[in-house]
């Protein structure tokens, strides 16, 4: 069974740091690429991140580059997205997704085969 898991959202203080976590189960990071998505309410699902299967490639949307690291564990089979000085704009849903093959940026969410349920990050004073 293929399964995503994230944790690791909350609360924090404009400047703060979070690190988001993505457990996969039923399918292995080598073969599938994972890609971190944002949805803040009243908007568009929007690509943050993603790490690419083959070589570990990684790609920033422009709005977190500088601030947002994404890395993968391959042994726990887990990705994770460090987010350092965080701001209100940041505050959403976070979803990690999962997009068999490798990718060379970071796809439309149509073409992620597998979702997680989503972790809240809410930055706010």
């Known amino acids: 069974q293929v399964q995503l898991v994230e944790s690791g959202g909350g609360l924090v203080q404009p400047g703060g740091s979070l690190r988001l976590s993505c457990a996969a189960s039923g399918f292995s990071l080598d073969y599938y690429s994972i890609g971190w998505f944002r949805q803040a309410p009243g908007k568009e699902r929007e690509g943050v991140s993603c790490?690419?299967?083959?070589?570990?490639?990684?790609y920033y949307t422009d709005s977190v580059k500088g601030r947002f690291t994404i890395s993968r564990d391959n042994a726990k089979n887990t990705v994770y997205l460090q987010m350092n000085s965080l701001q209100p704009e940041d505050t959403a849903v976070y979803y990690c997704a999962a997009q068999a093959g490798p990718v060379t940026g970071i796809d439309s969410a149509a073409w992620y085969d597998y979702w997680g349920q989503g972790t809240q990050v809410t930055v706010s004073s």
């Open positions: 790490i690419s299967s083959s070589d570990g490639s990684t």
